[in-house]
C-alpha cells in the first residue's frame, strides 16, 4: 500500500498521476466501467451558501506587534462552515508526511476504537479544538461576533480593523492570555467570488469510494468501502483472472483506518482532510480547468516535488460531488489501469 493522503486515497492504490477519463482506452484494451466515467458535461451543483460563507477568509502575517511576545503563528484561516485553521511559523520548516491529532482539553485521541463500539467520526471535546502535530496546525470553531470580529474556540479572538478584502490590513489579535496584539496582515480570498469556487469551498461527507481495477484487457477486481453508523464498510469482487495473476481483495481497497470520510475545501487553496483512524491531511488545491472540472491538489510538504499532485475529475449533481481518478502504469509490458471514484455530500 501507497501512504496514507487524500491525493493518494482518490487515486486508491496505485500512485500519483492522471488521464483524462473517455468513455474507452484510447488502444481500444479495456472498456472503462460506466460507474467511473464522469459526465461529458461540469455543472455547478445547488448547494446552499454555508452558515460562514461570506466570512471566509485567509490572514497571513506580515509584521508582528511589538511587546515582548512572540509571534504565535503564520497565518489564520476562516472556513466557510465555522471552523478555522491556525498555522504555526514552524510549519513550513517540519514536513512532515502523517500527522497526528490530539483533543486540546484532554490530550486523547480523536477517535478511540473501544471494542464493538462504533467508531466516534468527530472532535467531542468541549471547545472543539483539535491540535495537530503537537502545534504546527490548530483547528477548530469559530463564531462572529460582530462583523470583522471573531472568537476562536481556543480562546482567543480576531479583529479585523480594515473591512477591506485585499491588500495589507490591520488586525488585533488576543491571545489565550488575553492580551491583544496589533499585527499587520496580508488578505487573502482568491477567486472567493466565484461560484465554481464557492460551491466546491465548503466541508463535504464522504458517501462512498469505488475503485476498479484493470490490467490490459482483464478486469482485476472492483472494491468498494462506505460508512455505516460510524465503521467502515467495504465489499470487494475479485476476478478469476485478477486471482491468477497473483491479485488478491486487499489490493483493490485501503485498509479500514485510511478512510476519509470528511473533507473541507476553503476558497483560499486549503483542504484538511479528516481520516477515520484520527489522522488529518492538510494539503493546497485549485481549479486547473475551470471549463471542464479538472481539480488539482498537493500535500502540504511536498508542493516542490512534481510528483506529488493529482489531477482530478469533479462533477456536481445537486448536493452531491464525484471526483474521479483515472491512472496508468506500465510494468512487464503490461498496462495496469485503476479508476476511481470518491462520492461526498454537501455536509459536515
Keep these: 500500500m501507497i501512504k496514507k493522503s487524500f491525493i493518494s ?14 468513455s474507452d482506452d484510447n488502444n481500444g484494451q479495456v472498456r ?14 445547488n448547494c446552499d451558501k454555508e452558515e460562514y460563507a461570506d466570512d471566509a477568509v485567509k490572514l497571513n502575517v506580515k509584521s508582528w506587534g511589538n511587546g515582548g511576545i512572540a509571534q504565535e503563528f503564520a497565518s489564520i484561516e476562516l472556513f466557510a462552515d465555522g471552523h478555522f485553521l491556525i498555522t ?13 491529532v490530539t483533543r486540546a482539553a484532554d490530550g486523547s485521541t480523536m477517535f478511540k476504537k473501544n471494542g464493538d463500539k462504533p467508531l466516534q467520526t468527530r472532535a467531542t471535546d468541549a471547545s472543539g479544538t483539535i491540535i495537530i502535530d503537537n502545534g504546527l496546525y490548530t483547528y477548530g470553531k469559530y463564531t462572529r461576533v460582530k462583523e470583522g470580529v471573531y472568537q476562536l474556540s481556543n480562546n482567543t479572538k480576531i479583529e479585523i480593523k480594515d473591512g477591506s478584502l485585499t491588500g495589507y490590513t490591520t ?5 489565550s492570555l488575553g492580551k491583544p496584539i496589533t499585527i499587520t496582515v496580508t488578505i487573502d480570498v482568491t477567486n472567493k467570488q466565484d461560484d465554481i469556487v464557492r460551491h466546491i469551498c465548503r466541508s463535504w461527507r464522504m458517501d462512498s469510494a469505488e475503485n476498479w481495477l484493470l490490467a490490459g484487457d482483464v478486469t482485476i477486481g472492483y472494491g468498494k468501502q462506505w460508512l ?6 467495504q465489499h470487494t469482487t475479485l476476478t478469476q483472472e485478477g486471482k ?28 484538511v482532510c479528516f481520516y477515520i483512524d484520527g489522522d488529518v491531511e492538510i494539503g493546497t ?35 452531491q460531488m464525484r471526483i474521479y481518478g483515472d491512472f496508468m502504469d506500465k510494468e512487464d509490458n503490461i498496462i495496469f489501469r485503476t479508476l476511481s471514484v470518491a462520492t461526498f455530500s454537501a455536509k459536515y
Design 171 to 175: 488586525v488585533t489579535y488576543t491571545n
Design 32 to 45: 472503462v466501467p460506466n460507474g467511473a466515467k464522469p459526465s461529458k458535461e461540469f455543472k455547478i451543483g
Design 88 to 100: 504555526s511559523t514552524k510549519a513550513a520548516t517540519m514536513p512532515k508526511s502523517k500527522m497526528g
Design 285 to 319: 488545491w485549485e481549479w486547473t480547468d475551470t471549463n471542464n472540472g479538472v481539480l488539482r491538489c498537493w500535500e502540504t510538504f511536498d508542493w516542490d516535488d512534481d510528483d506529488d499532485f493529482a489531477d482530478m475529475t469533479v462533477r456536481f449533481e445537486g448536493k
Design 228 to 233: 455505516d453508523n460510524g465503521r467502515v464498510m
Design 9 to 22: 486515497f482518490l487515486f486508491a492504490l496505485v500512485a500519483f498521476g492522471f488521464t483524462a477519463c473517455d
Design 244 to 271: 491468477n495473476m497473483g491479485f488478491d481483495k486487499d489490493d483493490l481497497i485501503e485498509d479500514d483506518d485510511d478512510y476519509c470520510y470528511r473533507v473541507i475545501f476553503s476558497p483560499c487553496g486549503t483542504f
